[in-house]
């Protein structure tokens, strides 16, 4: 992983002014991060969604989920999706993004209020759904991005505009590639 440099509060909020001005339709696809293994990236400019594996290729369906009974993976957090410009901003850079944890990092305002769960969006061939669960900060990212970055996500405001990301699943599977644009429909 490229060496980490911890944006200060100050700089985080410094931020604040371009994500609020991410689009809220049709935002595209900057980043798609593929996770073989654990702490483990692979940056693609095409991938495979599909509905019962997520990101193929990715570990989601094999690791599991602590937040199940039975410890099998949460059909509700298939996809970890993170706005590009929050991404960005608490990476230091676009280097270092891929190490946030997410498979699809989005130009678009992820707010509760522009993506409500039940949310669809096409991105390529591909159609998925926002789901319910919170998407926050977890030990990972603050050892990666910083205390501050993890208190700047997981502030009232953070939360509000779901600056950690947003969780979703694929309800049809197909193709997608780095610039497809994600476009809304309810």
């Known amino acids: 992983m490229p060496e980490a440099r911890y944006l200060t509060a100050a700089e985080l909020e410094a931020g604040l002014d371009h994500i609020l001005a991410s689009p809220s339709d049709d935002g595209v696809l900057q980043l798609i991060v593929r996770r073989p293994d654990v702490d483990a990236r692979e940056t693609l400019e095409t991938g495979s969604l599909d509905?019962?594996?997520?990101l193929?290729?990715?570990n989601w369906l094999e690791r599991g989920s602590h937040h199940m009974p039975d410890g099998v993976a949460d059909p509700d957090m298939q996809l970890n999706i993170m706005n590009a410009r929050v991404a960005a901003l608490v990476a230091g850079g676009t280097e270092r993004i891929p190490f946030a944890g997410d498979q699809l990092y989005l130009d678009l305002d992820l707010s509760d209020e522009n993506l409500p769960p039940g949310t669809r969006l096409a991105i390529g061939d591909a159609l998925i759904e926002v789901t319910e669960p919170p998407h926050t900060g977890c030990r990972k990212f603050a050892d990666r991005f910083g205390k501050d970055a993890v208190i700047f996500v997981n502030s009232d405001r953070g939360k509000a505009l779901n600056f950690r990301g947003i969780n979703a699943k694929v309800v049809r599977s197909?193709?997608?590639?780095v610039g497809d644009v994600a476009k809304k429909s309810r």
């Open 51 to 54: 509905v019962e594996q997520g």
């Open 56 to 58: 193929v290729g990715d």
């Open 174 to 177: 197909g193709a997608i590639h």
